[in-house]
Every structure is written in C-alpha cells, then in structure tokens.
C-alpha cells in the first residue's frame, strides 16, 4: 500500500484572492445589469457574465489550466454541445 502523497496548491493564494475579488466584482456587475433594462440583451449579457464567472470557476479552483490536453478538449468539446443546445433553445422560443 502507498504512503499518502502530500500535494501543494499549484495555484498561489494571493492569485487564488484575486480570483476571487474578480468573481465579487463579476457579481455587483451582474447585479447592476439586472437592474437596468436593456430589453432582449439582458440575458445575453447575464449569459456573457455568468460564463466568465463559471470560467474563472473552473480554471482557478477547479484546476483545470493546469490539467492535461485531453481532459481541456473535453471540457472545450462539452461546452460547445451547451452552446449548441441553449442556441437551440432560444431559437424554438422566439419562432413560437
């Protein structure tokens, strides 16, 4: 049986903060943009703001930029296939 292996942080905790003083401000500004009324861009905008939030997510405290080629083409792959998806979606909904 193998001894346990002690893993360090591959990401520094002050950029960890940093990412996580963008992800506040990223909230305020979806905040300040459900307030205002843009008419049909306000869920594209609060899309636009929620990717760039699950990104930052998914790339600092899920690891995932330090993570290999195959598992990146995954995650590019599945995205795409949401994409798609909710494009789909949108489409159906304004041809009723």
Not at 11 to 18: R, V
Request: charged share 10%; aromatic share 14%.
């Amino acid at each position: 049986m193998k001894p346990l292996q002690k893993h360090g942080h591959v990401t520094s905790y002050p950029k960890l903060f940093a990412v996580l003083c963008a992800l506040l401000v990223l909230t305020a500004i979806t905040i300040i943009a459900s307030r205002i009324d843009m008419g049909a861009l306000n869920i594209w905008i609060a899309i636009l703001i929620a990717s760039f939030k699950a990104t930052f997510v998914l790339l600092f405290f899920m690891h995932l930029k330090y993570e290999s080629g195959l598992l990146k083409i995954t995650f590019i792959g599945t995205i795409g296939c949401l994409a798609v998806l909710i494009g789909f979606i949108f489409w159906d909904i304004s041809f009723r």
